[in-house]
């Protein structure tokens, strides 16, 4: 179950019915090629995972990687999503990434998941392979933003290094002046450079342009990181690589779940309460200059910042925006006229939407003895490029047919043959280094070595003494 076998391919049918008679309500859609029956693609979202998503931040991370499996590459896609406590999950496979496969896969995800096609769920991505297009299709009018890492990457290898630096000023404005000023910056430096991001629209990826909170995600990583994790089943094929993920995401939510029962209703998750003790520390080294007991002025010993408190507080920092997390500003502010700063966290970085996000988890499935069907093969197994490995080395009485890359006995092989087919050192076959003569080596040779003279030694022989007049 590796995955060299092709007939593994056969039993995906009886896999996924496996896995709705575990749980009716799993939702599990594969598709293999019309014509040859081959596996196209597949698409697994766990009944848990599916109806906890409404408790969980709205940014959704979308990925895809190839598996390491060499005869029978496939490519993985991944939906992460984030509970309060940071925890990545759910998943699918394609026989290869591209515009079709990303609508196919996107379209089951919005027909399952619960409540992912509501107005404030934003995705995250790269800007490859067709995603761009497939998001807008199956999600019209919801915000998808660009991971800045990619773009970045790109920025440097296109530009060079200088150009990187003022990109990365650049993607962390907070506010159109400061974009305006830095973009003009790189206009006068590199021209071309400006023309590349001057046609990227900055609510992809200019934080003060971006509609919707990232909850400190500037980047994909919260699908990177998933990525990783399964990093020591990509070699699987294709079968195992889906009982392993299954598997996974299995273990994933049963932590979660006693973690989840181990909280107390109204408590800050660890992830919260930790990002609230940051900032608490950083409040203390603050001077608010208080305008009125809505609205203040925070300073530091390099840049200020405004900070209002109204039905919906929000800091000229941009990072309650981001995090609806209070930010270090609005601590300082609340402390000097005395009021609690956790009544500005949002409901989903609570225990209870934890403990609500994580009451469900997945049941265990024998794939001991999955059935064969002719319904899905195998594809065409991948040939790698290169001459082909482990070629034998001739060894003694032995030569090397280079035509035919094999190894032939000179006992059952007549004379003219061997004289037409003995390898010389010219042509690439292998020579024994003392005596440069094929069938052996110089571990292997009879012949001893002849040791070698030095120039004055062999001077000597050439011209000796007695001869010279």
Not at 237 to 255: D, H, T, V
Not at 298 to 306: A, G, K, L, P, T
Not at 407 to 430: C, D, F, K, Q
């Amino acid at each position: 179950m590796g995955g060299g076998d092709a007939t593994t391919f056969q039993c995906i049918p009886s896999l996924c019915a496996r896995l709705k008679d575990v749980e009716p309500s799993t939702y599990v859609e594969w598709e293999p090629h019309a014509e040859s029956r081959a596996f196209r693609r597949i698409f697994v979202c766990p009944s848990a995972c599916g109806k906890s998503f409404p408790f969980m931040r709205p940014h959704v991370g979308l990925d895809a990687c190839h598996s390491k499996n060499q005869k029978y590459p496939t490519f993985i896609m991944l939906v992460a999503c984030m509970d309060g406590n940071n925890t990545l999950i759910a998943f699918g496979m394609v026989d290869k990434e591209n515009e079709d496969n990303w609508n196919w896969f996107l379209n089951h995800l919005r027909r399952f998941v619960t409540g992912i096609q509501a107005s404030h769920v934003q995705f995250v991505s790269d800007r490859c392979k067709g995603i761009i297009n497939a998001i807008r299709n199956n999600f019209p009018g919801q915000s998808h933003v660009h991971c800045t890492i990619h773009l970045q990457r790109n920025v440097k290898k296109r530009f060079g290094v200088q150009m990187e630096k003022l990109f990365k000023v650049l993607h962390r404005c907070k506010s159109e002046e400061w974009y305006k000023q830095v973009l003009q910056t790189i206009k006068d430096q590199n021209q071309a450079c400006w023309e590349y991001l001057e046609v990227i629209n900055p609510t992809v990826y200019v934080m003060f342009a971006i509609p919707h909170p990232r909850f400190g995600h500037t980047t994909s990583n919260i699908v990177e990181i998933a990525n990783n994790c399964i990093l020591p089943i990509r070699g699987f094929g294709l079968l195992r690589l889906c009982i392993e993920l299954y598997l996974y995401i299995m273990e994933k939510k049963a932590k979660q779940h006693q973690l989840a029962m181990d909280m107390a209703d109204g408590e800050l998750t660890p992830y919260a309460r930790k990002h609230m003790t940051t900032e608490e520390f950083e409040a203390g080294m603050y001077r608010v200059r208080v305008a009125s007991l809505n609205e203040a002025l925070v300073q530091s010993s390099r840049e200020e910042f405004i900070v209002t408190l109204q039905s919906t507080a929000s800091c000229t920092c941009l990072v309650y925006r981001d995090m609806l997390l209070p930010c270090s500003h609005i601590i300082a502010f609340d402390r000097e006229i005395r009021m609690s700063n956790e009544r500005h966290v949002a409901q989903m970085w609570l225990c209870n939407y934890f403990q609500r996000a994580h009451m469900e988890t997945l049941r265990p499935i024998d794939t001991s003895h999955l059935l064969t069907s002719p319904s899905c093969m195998a594809p065409p197994p991948m040939l790698r490029r290169g001459r082909r490995h482990g070629r034998r080395i001739a060894g003694p009485g032995e030569v090397s047919n280079i035509r035919s890359r094999q190894v032939t006995s000179p006992a059952i092989m007549p004379l003219e043959s061997l004289l037409s087919t003995a390898p010389t050192h010219r042509s690439g076959g292998r020579l024994c280094s003392i005596c440069r003569e094929p069938g052996h080596d110089r571990r292997t040779c009879g012949r001893q070595r002849v040791p070698e003279r030095s120039a004055d030694q062999s001077r000597e022989i050439s011209h000796p003494d007695d001869d010279r007049t």
